[in-house]
């Protein structure tokens, strides 16, 4: 068990969760929300027109872009689920994103967006292989809580076939998104040179 999973179980941490999201990530997710909504349902709109974010190619199973927020470059790489249940649930778009930052304090940010509003003071669980990392939550948005290792997941990410997320919404249902991990090395690697 990683040190921030052992965090997350300590009173007052859930509580004081949305203090310790990255203020500039919560702002990308929120940003890239409705402009993700329209890239991936919309193929080749992102390179139609400059002032959106710039396809930096399809990797398997993931996308990579990357685009200047506030003069800074930032690259980013997301993937839908291949599989959610329970089927039938009324969801917005759901996604899991990594953005890479050079220029800030950390450069790396792992992201789920549920596509509804997670209960208040939850946790989510991210699983891969044999590893269990915690997520803060926030409204629809999920992240690896300050004191964590976005490093940690994102090697754990690498290293894994499929990632399965598990997280319950304000009505307390609990939903769990499978994805594929296909093409996330060749994305990742492809958002650090091209943000380096």
Known sequence: MFQYEENLKTPGVEKSASDRYSLSMYRLSASLFLILSLLLSLPGLATAQQADPRALGTFTDWLAYS???NDNKVCYMLSRPLKSTPQG???GDIYVMVAYRPSSKSKEEVS??????YKDKSTVEALIGGQKFL??????VAWVPE????TKFIGAMRGGSKMIIKGTSTRGTLTVDTYSLQGFT????????SCT
């Open 186 to 193: 060749a994305a990742y690697k492809q958002i650090r040179k």
């Open 135 to 140: 997520l803060a939550t926030n409204g629809e």
């Open 67 to 69: 685009w200047v927020e």
């Open 89 to 91: 649930v009324n969801r």
């Open 112 to 117: 789920h967006v549920s596509g509804y509003p």
């Open 147 to 150: 004191g964590g290792s976005d």
